[in-house]
T-cell receptor
Framework: GQQLNQSPQSMFIQEGEDVSMNCTSSSIFNTWLWYKQEPGEGPVLLIA?????ELTSNGRLTAQFGITRKDSFLNISASIPSDVGIYLC???????????FGKGTKLSVKP | DGGITQSPKYLFRKEGQNVTLSCEQNLNHDAMYWYRQDPGQGLRLIYYSQIVNDFQKGDIAEGYSVSREKKESFPLTVTSAQKNPTAFYLC?????????????????FGPGTRLTVL
């Protein structure tokens, strides 16, 4: 099945730094979801996006639905050690269909 | 406390044995899903069910079977026909599996079951 391209694959940053990651597809999506997954646990939904150009925040996290409808971006401001984990993007085409997932961006934060 | 539960957290089986993974939700969601996660790979859809007594194959259904006899339960059986069953299995649910109200498609995940076949 199709998968989304997430980049970077991994990031090593210092506590307090800002983080940016993205997710791209060759197809147009009308839904983008961002999840965080900690080791040995299920993904937790962070932000959902439904409209091209939409910018949505959840605390220090901000995600954007790309205007081309083929990409989405996630930013984390002032990172803290508990931000460590794998960030997964997921997209859906149309209103009938299943989610397609990226392989994730692994974030490591040095105190 | 609403949510999705999966049991057990860790499961060990001998090669050639069938094993059933449990998934229960009390969110009153219509749709339920099973995914498999392997290191370095994205989540891959095994089976999904949009309504009770109905389910569809996902991208990697071979060697797996499911049932949906109750709205809140969607057990997954890993059969001996599955060639590489060792993996992390995730169950999810959403209000609906399709429809014009897009946020009804948001999927919420259980804690996962790690299956190891020896």
């Amino acid at each position: 099945g199709q998968q989304l391209n997430q980049s970077p694959q991994s990031m090593f940053i210092q506590e307090g730094e800002d983080v940016s990651m993205n997710c791209t597809s060759s197809s147009i999506f009308n839904t983008w979801l961002w999840y965080k997954q900690e080791p040995g646990e299920g993904p937790v939904l962070l932000i959902a996006l439904y409209k091209a150009g939409e910018l949505t925040s959840n605390g220090r996290l901000t995600a954007q639905f790309g205007i081309t409808r083929k990409d989405s971006f996630l930013n984390i401001s002032a990172s803290i050690p508990s931000d460590v984990g794998i960030y997964l993007c997921a997209g859906m085409r149309g209103s009938q269909g299943n989610l397609i997932f990226g392989k994730g961006t692994k974030l490591s934060v040095k105190p | 406390d609403g949510g999705i539960t999966q049991s057990p957290k860790y499961l060990f089986r001998k090669e050639g044995q069938n094993v059933t993974l449990s998934c229960e939700q009390n969110l009153n969601h219509d749709a339920m899903y099973w995914y498999r996660q392997d290191p370095g790979q994205g989540l891959r859809l095994i089976y999904y069910s949009q309504i009770v007594n109905d389910f569809q194959k996902g991208d990697i259904a071979e060697g797996y079977s499911v049932s949906r006899e109750k709205k809140e339960s969607f057990p997954l059986t890993v059969t001996s026909a599955q060639k590489n069953p060792t993996a992390f299995y995730l169950c999810a649910s959403s209000i609906r599996g399709q429809g014009a109200v897009l946020h009804y498609n948001e999927q919420f995940f259980g804690p996962g079951t790690r299956l190891t076949v020896l």
